[in-house]
């Protein structure tokens, strides 16, 4: 990745910045309507500022990828346990450059409602802005985003017909005596070494080995054949009001880790900008519990730099039943914090604007290089 | 865990690294590079604990916050007046030989409700003692007021008003709905409610496992027509570091000024846990608690 990437920079600096976008004919912004109690029909109708269940997410999937069809196409991850398909969003600029990715993944446990709900708005905001916003403009230049507005669908779908407070999966085990596993548990990292339980009647239940639910294997799957490209994986959860950086199951640090925790601070301040929530930055086991086999955890360890879990409002108050009254509040404040994050990894990849901006070292070293083989 | 050590403020984030600042010292070219983070696979090497050695665990300071703040809540009785932390402020754990954990801290409070919270911050100071994992830790603290004592005797005594007039929905019910909802003609209920849970948060509180009340999901009783109100009702109850929800039934007699009478039962998780079983916390009882 490292050689690319100096690559790229180094054409970034050679090559005059002529490729702006078209500022022309701006999308008209829609103003989200409350809806008025008949089922949705269009997208102009939809509310970002409710809960939704399952059926409406899908159907919301399908009318962004034909509205927004140039820009934002609906793509096949896999099936759920209980056989239903899993789809992602990808947010993507045509273009003959190369593009980095942006993952980001909701609800991959089920009762953590607002994380989804985040999603969506944020699929909305880059949507309804990368036209009018040159902050938001500039990112899809060079970066696509794919988004998993629910990881964990059958489980979901559990919270709105049975328990409002269900977190796992809905496999079944030992003979149908007990169903669910901890799908943040049931990564390929320190697999079940600690925080997780064995024992299929836990909550955190790891599964029957790293990777066993099809969920996970999804997920895996997908991003591990893109990890050469993806720079930012971003798991939203609830609640706590955190920014947790890797790792879980040790106390030992990543190696970035003090770029990560200076970039998750500077989010942190971002989003307590808006409305002055309070966010914590720290590593897992060292601001939240020990944990193992988590997706975050997962994502580093095969080379994706920037790891986050993000766990939204709120700090106990209303816990996992977020009043539907906050998720305006709680989508802005994390819009930012998110959009921080990738201001930071735009910059540190890309950014060749003004003088006394990083510079990756590769690149100067490959300047000097090609100075050196002219004479 | 170390010896008495007070807590210095966190680390700061950010600082480059040795490694770049000399390569950009060799390169003449080079801008200040901070440095490029290898993006290599694998934890860096480097001791467990966060900050400064001896320090408490940073999560332990919370904990104890948490504990004196649901002792507070509950020795209050005052639906209007109950605290949730806000930030810690500074603190320093002691073990002895039989590892009881003796907690000196600082902390800001703030009102629970999110509704009528006005940012206004009450400073605490704690002593707060907890048995090798064991639950019920003593609690010592106080707060200064974020509302004048006249003031929350009228926000209890209206409250008690609206709660007399309340009819109340017997059975299993979702407070608040699937969606966050209360209903505000409901209010007084769910505000008693946590008033109660009070006690058993406080009790079941211990320096690794710490709990919200996720959910009201039965209401048994609702008894107005004595003096007293008259509560009885289950909730779900969240247990942060193992996830769990731990449905508990709570039974409690509440005036305004007198003190909470509360009585619980938790169903205990198939797995062993601590059993805390049944129990009654009169606060009529001298400020330490019964057993210690």
């Given at each position: ?12 600096i ?5 490729l ?29 500022t ?26 096949f ?28 993944d ?19 905001e ?41 977190r ?30 064995k024992?299929?009647?836990?909550i ?50 990543s ?59 709120d ?61 | ?54 320090a ?68 605490c ?29 009228r ?5 008690y ?8 929905p ?5 407070i ?73 039934r ?22 062993a ?18 057993n210690?």
């Open positions: 990745m490292k050689p690319l990437l100096g690559t790229l920079c180094l054409l970034g050679l090559i005059p910045e002529g702006g976008y078209d500022g022309s004919l701006a999308q008209p912004r829609r103003e989200v309507v409350e809806e008025t109690g008949s089922p949705w029909q269009s997208l102009d109708t939809y509310s970002y409710r809960y939704h269940p399952m059926e409406e997410i899908y159907q919301w999937m399908i009318q962004i990828s034909e509205k927004y069809a140039g820009v934002a196409t609906q793509h991850l896999g099936m759920t346990y209980e056989t239903r398909p899993m789809y992602y969003l990808k947010i993507s600029q045509p273009s003959d450059n190369p593009k980095k990715i942006i993952w980001m909701c609800g991959i446990h089920a009762r953590e409602w607002i994380a989804p709900a985040f999603c969506q708005w944020f699929v909305k880059i949507l309804q802005n990368y036209k009018d916003n040159p902050r938001i403009g500039r990112f899809l230049r060079n970066l696509d985003f794919y988004v998993l507005p629910v990881l964990n669908i059958d489980g979901y779908i559990y919270t709105w017909t049975t328990d409002r407070l269900w796992k999966s809905r496999s079944s085990h030992n003979n149908g005596t007990c169903f669910g596993t901890d799908l943040n548990r049931n990564f390929n990292v320190s697999w079940c070494s600690i925080g997780a339980s024992n299929c009647q836990d955190t239940f790891c599964g029957s080995g790293p990777v066993s639910e099809p969920e996970t294997k999804a997920v895996s799957s997908f991003v591990e054949s893109k990890k050469e490209s993806i720079v930012c994986f971003l798991t939203m959860h609830s609640y706590g009001q955190l920014i947790l950086t890797p790792y879980g199951y040790t106390k030992n640090k190696s970035n880790h003090e770029e990560l925790i200076q970039v998750g601070q500077k989010a942190a301040n971002a989003l307590k900008k808006k409305h002055g929530t309070n966010y914590r930055v720290g590593s897992s086991a060292d601001i939240l519990y020990a944990t193992s086999g988590s997706s975050r955890d997962w994502a580093r360890d095969i080379g994706i730099p920037f790891s986050y879990t993000f766990e939204l409002r700090n106990g108050t209303y816990g996992f039943i977020l009043p539907a009254a906050q998720i305006q509040a709680t989508c802005e404040e994390t819009m930012e914090a998110v959009l921080s994050v990738l201001d930071d990894v735009y910059e540190k990849y890309w950014n060749s604007d003004s003088a006394g901006k990083v510079i990756p070292a590769t690149v100067v070293l490959g300047l000097l290089v090609s100075l050196v083989s002219i004479f | 865990m170390p010896p008495a050590v007070s807590t210095p403020p966190a680390p700061r984030p950010g600082v480059p690294r040795p490694s770049a600042l000399l390569l950009a010292l060799a390169l003449a070219l080079c801008l200040a590079v901070p440095g490029l983070q290898a993006a290599g696979p694998g934890p860096g090497p480097g001791p467990g604990s966060p900050g400064v050695p001896g408490p665990p940073p999560g332990l300071l919370r904990q104890a916050a948490r504990a004196a703040l649901h002792f507070l809540n509950f020795r209050a009785g005052s639906p209007s007046g109950l605290r949730v932390l806000a930030a810690v402020l500074r603190g320093r754990a002691a073990v002895d030989a039989r590892r009881t954990c003796r907690v000196d801290l600082e902390f800001t409070a703030e009102r629970y409700d999110p509704e009528v919270a006005d940012g206004r911050l009450g400073r100071s704690a002593r707060v003692v907890f048995r090798h994992q064991k639950p019920r830790p003593a609690v010592n603290v106080t707060c200064t007021r974020f509302m004048e004592t006249s003031r929350s005797r926000e209890d005594f209206l409250l008003k609206r709660a007399k007039r309340l009819r109340a017997l059975g299993a019910t979702s608040p709905n699937s969606h966050g909802w209360i209903d505000p003609s409901l209010r007084p209920i769910w505000d008693l409610a946590f008033l109660g849970s009070s006690y058993v948060l406080w009790e079941r509180t211990t320096q690794t496992l710490h709990y919200y009340m996720a959910q009201l999901s039965s209401v048994n009783q609702w008894k107005t027509n004595e003096d007293a109100i008259d509560f009885d009702y289950m909730v779900l109850l969240h247990e942060f570091s193992t996830q769990e929800i731990i449905p508990c709570i039974h409690l007699v509440w005036y305004p000024g007198k003190p909470l009478k509360v009585k619980y039962h938790c169903q205990e998780l198939h797995t846990q601590e059993g805390s079983g049944t129990e009654e916390g009169s606060a009529v009882a001298p400020t330490q608690p019964n210690f």
